[in-house]
T-cell receptor, first 109, second 111 residues
Framework: KNEVEQSPQNLTAQEGEFITINCSYSVGISALHWLQQHPGGGIVSLFMLSSGKKKHGRLIATINIQEKHSSLHITASHPRDSAVYICAVRSLKDNDMRFGAGTRLTVKP | DAGVIQSPRHEVTEMGQEVTLRCKPISGHDYLFWYRQTMMRGLELLIYFNNNVPIDDSGMPEDRFSAKMPNASFSTLKIQPSEPRDSAVYFC?????????FGEGSRLTVL
């Protein structure tokens, strides 16, 4: 079993819809990152969380440390949000990063 | 700052050749990471450095892979000899107080 599980693997939405991507992990962590990888391949860090909730524009990320779960929400989705979203955690034990397999989001106009 | 700079962006080589990938982290960042991304395995951490010192290289696939960080502004990932299964996108990332910043990646194709 992977230490970081994301769901769904693939997601197709209509423009304007509210999107939720989930991440569950099984290791103790010091931080969780949400990454965005566009079709061109570049990777951008959207959020780094260790507790609570963060908001940046239409993006919201939450984390529940007790439940070892994080969600990434996109409000009023737009075709330019189409990308692969990757959840990554930094392990408390060895400070290494562990990655989810990614969620491929397609937002149709 | 120009961000994390990687070179080359694309490399096509023949099996058995030596490949060297380069990375310049963001100035002031004390962590540098090398990742490999393939369709089959997704993103994998290969090795990371803290203050130029390799901390964990357990992700390096085998002895054909080596990484160095001779100073705070430069790191290399070398594959010698390269094999077709090494074909992937190799990302370098750096981190200061928390946020990760990725380079554009180096796409390696080994024929």
């Amino acid at each position: 079993k992977n230490e970081v599980e994301q769901s769904p693997q693939n997601l197709t939405a209509q423009e304007g819809e509210f999107i939720t991507i989930n991440c569950s992990y099984s290791v103790g962590i010091s931080a969780l990152h949400w990454l965005q990888q566009h079709p061109g391949g570049g990777i951008v860090s959207l959020f780094m969380l260790s507790s609570g909730k963060k908001k940046h524009g239409r993006l919201i990320a939450t984390i529940n440390i007790q439940e070892k779960h994080s969600s990434l929400h996109i409000t009023a989705s737009h075709p330019r949000d189409s990308a692969v979203y990757i959840c990554a955690v930094r392990s408390l034990k060895d400070n290494d990063m562990r990655f989810g397999a990614g969620t491929r989001l397609t937002v149709k106009p | 700052d120009a961000g994390v700079i990687q070179s080359p962006r694309h490399e096509v080589t023949e099996m058995g050749q030596e490949v060297t990938l380069r990375c310049k982290p963001i100035s002031g960042h004390d962590y540098l990471f090398w990742y490999r991304q393939t369709m089959m395995r997704g993103l994998e951490l290969l090795i990371y450095f803290n203050n130029n010192v390799p901390i964990d290289d357990s992700g390096m696939p085998e002895d054909r892979f080596s990484a160095k960080m001779p100073n705070a502004s430069f790191s290399t990932l070398k594959i010698q000899p390269s094999e077709p299964r090494d074909s992937a996108v190799y990302f370098c990332a750096s981190r200061g107080d928390g946020e990760l910043f990725f380079g554009e990646g180096s796409r390696l194709t080994v024929l």
